[in-house]
């Protein structure tokens, strides 16, 4: 590994433990970019080709199993307390967020105390695939092959080639 690649993964686990941290407050692109010291667009490159999601699609990965792990442990909180504490915008949002993910309501996750049978077992929340949230199989992806803080091994060689 390059020290150029070095620095990135570097760059890149500091915005994950950020995100991981301010789960709760809006994340922008403009500011996790910051926080990586990139501009808003190579950031956005670098982090997808290191992670293997783009910054939202990992954001809402960890509020849904944030969310999920509070209504099993928290049974008193509403569903809306949960979904607004977990960074969630509105209930609405979550409640189509969830169902996407679980393929049940927050309300029959938490009344059933776990995944439905079958729903995650062929689901790798980390792997997916851009808007299809198709699992992908054949990369590597967040959390395979760990250095410094529980990431990414190697990051792919990014072109800068100018598109023609």
Request: some cysteine; glycine content about 6%; overall charge positive.
């Amino acid at each position: 590994m390059t020290a150029t690649e070095r620095e990135y993964v570097r760059r890149i686990n500091r915005v994950m433990d950020f995100i991981e941290t301010n789960l709760e407050h809006p994340l922008p692109l403009e500011r996790l970019a910051e926080v990586a010291l990139f501009s808003k667009f190579h950031f956005h490159r670098v982090f997808f080709a290191q992670v293997g999601e783009t910054p939202g699609q990992f954001i809402q990965r960890l509020r849904i199993e944030k969310a999920a792990r509070l209504l099993l442990s928290n049974r008193e909180r509403a569903v809306t307390e949960v979904a607004l504490d977990c960074g969630f915008s509105d209930s609405a949002a979550f409640a189509r967020a969830f169902r996407t993910t679980f393929g049940v309501s927050a309300s029959e996750y938490r009344r059933r105390g776990k995944s439905p049978a079958g729903v995650m077992s062929d689901r790798n929340l980390s792997t997916v695939d851009g808007k299809q949230g198709k699992a992908v199989n054949d990369r590597l992806r967040y959390g395979e092959g760990r250095i410094d803080t529980s990431r990414r091994i190697e990051m792919p060689t990014l072109s800068m080639q100018p598109i023609p």
